[in-house]
């Protein structure tokens, strides 16, 4: 299918799926017209407001070294954008950012939140520049309905950014929020408007179906707001991968259980267990109070507490019983190396950086495998042949039951080998194959 027939394919479907959210708006649970139409008016006005007023923000962004584009919102006078960080990729890099009218100026990317996939941009040409005012996102609430914007299959001067609406499905799923608003290729980055013309949500990445996607919320953005717009990266795709839900409590230790006893087998550096003083080799006899007959009572205990808790361990080490009072920290700081300033171990020379496959794995997808929802462009993956939609089933032989396996194995992978990977396409019995070098 040629790119043209698929952009018209694409606009067909969003005139279908747009239709049908629209007859939606009429209609109750049980198929009679709802009342009063006065109210159903009212929302078809803020809808035609919205996309009136806001369209000229929604802008492409393109990477010089790079011919795929995303999408971005312009959020600021001055043109500084809101994006998705795996649009970006990097700080510093220079961009084409493109009005919905075929403007083009010249742009530079920032800093990004990769655990969460936020990034920020900015034009670079001077300027007054349209923009949207940022909302709330922990305002937003399931049910409510949203506008999509975004150039979906890349940019195209022959069509404005295609309007997808719809509403929110749940607001804290793995720290992103979830609507039924139909995303596709080219989408990535761009703006979730409320009904008020607030951007509360980028796009991130579509979900186990089309009509079930991801965007990154607004609170995010602002929680790291100075951190990007100083340039800093940090976090990683792979938390996504692994389905990790970055607002996860966390100890900072790995643990293992011997003879009926939980014994530390690892303690992460900058975590919070390291610096409340627990040492690998401890035996964790309780957790706040709760006795640690096994694994699963450590982590229970922490799961079901909240980020910023206090939790109290009692440890033993050798003869003596050690009380260490440690503070929880979520998955996103833990990752980000809260605390770096602590690490003081010198950087191993000549040590070989290891390189990222490039893709982003749907962790609650309904598939026997690991289902691939994000290709990253220009990406090892990319180049090797995977696309979205994907499901590996082996790595190297070795069946694949998930995201976090998949995960786990391409971390152990070995620098220098070929990964082969055996992965079912489009519903197809026959597996495909994929040869990946991970190179020195």
């Known amino acids: ?22 007859i939606a708006c009429f209609l109750t649970a049980d198929g009679s017209f709802a009342g009063p139409i006065e109210k159903l008016k009212e929302r078809e006005r803020k809808v035609k407001k919205v996309v009136s007023d806001l369209m000229p923000t929604v802008v492409a962004v393109v990477g010089d070294d790079q011919p795929a584009t995303g999408s971005g919102v312009i959020v600021s006078e001055d043109g500084l954008i809101m994006t998705a960080g795996h649009v970006t990729e990097a700080a510093g ?25 936020a990034g920020l941009a900015r034009i670079t040409e001077e300027g007054k520049w349209p923009f949207a005012k940022v909302g709330d996102s922990k305002k937003a609430e399931p049910g409510d309905w949203l506008i999509a914007m975004g150039h979906p299959g890349g940019y195209d001067l022959n069509r404005s950014p295609p309007i997808r609406f719809g509403r929110l499905i749940s607001s804290g799923t793995m720290g992103m929020l979830r609507t039924d608003c139909t995303l596709v290729g080219g989408d990535s980055g761009g703006p979730l408007f409320n009904l008020n013309g607030e951007v509360i949500g980028i796009h991130s990445s579509i979900g186990g179906s089309l009509a079930e996607n991801r965007h990154v919320p607004s609170s995010v953005f602002k929680s790291g707001w100075d951190r990007m717009l100083a340039g800093e990266i940090w976090g990683s795709l792979g938390m996504m991968a692994a389905g990790v839900d970055p607002d996860r409590p966390m100890l900072g230790i790995r643990m293992n259980e011997s003879s009926g006893d939980v014994i530390v087998d690892k303690v992460y550096a900058n975590s919070p267990a390291q610096r409340a003083g627990v040492m690998s080799g401890d035996r964790i006899l309780s957790i706040d109070g709760v006795e640690a007959n096994q694994m699963s009572d450590v982590v229970d205990k922490v799961s079901s507490s909240k980020v910023g808790n206090e939790i109290e361990l009692l440890v033993k080490r050798g003869e003596e019983e050690k009380t260490f009072s440690v503070r929880l920290v979520s998955w996103e700081e833990l990752a980000s190396g809260l605390g770096k300033e602590q690490d003081k171990a010198p950087p191993v020379p000549d040590q070989p950086k290891r390189p990222e496959l490039g893709i982003i794995l749907d962790a ?32 190297n032989g070795a069946k694949i039951s998930s995201a976090e396996q998949m995960a786990s194995s391409i971390k152990s992978a070995e620098l220098g080998k070929v990964i082969r990977f055996a992965v079912q396409r489009n519903g197809q019995e026959d597996l495909v194959g994929i040869d990946v070098l991970f190179g020195k």
Do not use: C, Q
Not at 1 to 18: A, G, Q, T, V, W
Not at 97 to 117: C, H, M, Q, T, Y
């Open 364 to 395: 609650e997808a309904e598939a026997e495998g690991a289902f691939v929802f994000n290709v990253i462009e220009n990406s090892l993956a990319a180049s090797s042949g995977f696309i979205a939609g994907d499901v590996v089933k082996e790595i």
């Open 93 to 117: 890099k220079k961009l084409t950012i493109i009005f919905p009218d075929g403007r083009s100026v010249k742009g530079e990317s920032l800093g990004a939140n990769r655990s969460r996939d």
């Open 1 to 22: 299918m040629s790119s043209r027939l698929r952009d018209l394919y694409n606009i067909m479907n969003f005139i279908k799926l747009f239709s049908f959210a629209l």
